[in-house]
């Protein structure tokens, strides 16, 4: 079966600066990784996806994320956090398989950008 | 190209009531998915459409239903309502291809009293 564990519920930056946001996955199959952000009263919004091609990722908002097999990770990063990043960030997996779309999330981490 | 819209955004009913909400998927998406979110249980996923048939299916009580029509707008039906079925409830919509992206709605807040 597959699961995400998205390590620590909160994290607190400063303005400025890095922001690493950590995913763990676990599946028996590749993987196809994603992470999603959630501000509040909104949906989620995909800020970038691993489907197998190049192993560093770059999404929206300068954020980028490295898959790392042997260390079953996707941990997401920024170099320079902006007050508009606080928000709830959560890692998302699903199967390449049969084309069925079903996505397992973490737990959520919740941003806070302090000025 | 408009995003995934869903019908209505808000919503309060009574336990023992049903209701239904409407998702419409990105022009041309085939693919439409749901998916609850509560404080308890996080985001956990209800079912999948894939042109108007029922390709996957999470561990969700029969309670929980959904279809999709030809023009690959979705609904989903929860009848008997519990309290516990407050929640946000996300669609969201996929080409269906082997492009595996979802893209979510804004998503409806269900309220049961």
């Known amino acids: 079966a597959q699961s995400v564990t998205q390590l620590g519920s909160h994290v607190s930056v400063s303005e400025g600066a890095l922001v690493l946001l950590r995913c763990n996955y676990s599946?028996?199959?590749?993987?196809?990784l994603f992470w999603y952000v959630q501000y509040p009263n909104q949906g989620l919004q995909l800020l970038l996806k691993?489907?197998?091609?190049?192993?560093l990722v770059k999404g929206i908002n300068g954020f980028e994320a490295e898959f790392k097999k042997s260390e079953t990770s996707f941990h997401l990063t920024k170099p320079s956090a902006h007050m508009s990043d606080a928000a709830e960030y959560f890692c998302a997996v699903t199967f390449m398989d049969t084309g069925r779309r079903a996505l397992t999330f973490g737990s959520g981490t919740r941003l806070q950008v302090q000025p | 190209k408009a995003g995934v819209t869903q019908t209505p955004r808000y919503l309060i009913k009574t336990r023992g009531q049903q209701v239904t909400l409407s998702c419409s998927p990105i022009?041309?998406?085939?693919?439409v998915s749901w998916y609850q979110q509560t404080p308890g249980q996080g985001l956990q996923f209800l079912f999948e459409y894939f042109s108007e048939t029922q390709r996957n299916k999470g561990n969700f009580p029969g309670r929980f239903s959904g279809r999709q029509f030809s023009n690959s707008r979705s609904e989903m039906n929860v009848s008997t309502l519990e309290l516990g079925d407050s929640a946000l409830y996300l669609c969201a919509s996929s080409s269906g291809g082997s492009n595996y992206e979802q893209y979510f709605g804004p998503g409806t807040r269900l309220t049961v009293t």
């Open positions: 691993y489907t197998s091609a190049a192993t």
């Open positions: 599946s028996s199959v590749p993987p196809y």
């Open positions: 022009s041309g998406h085939r693919s």
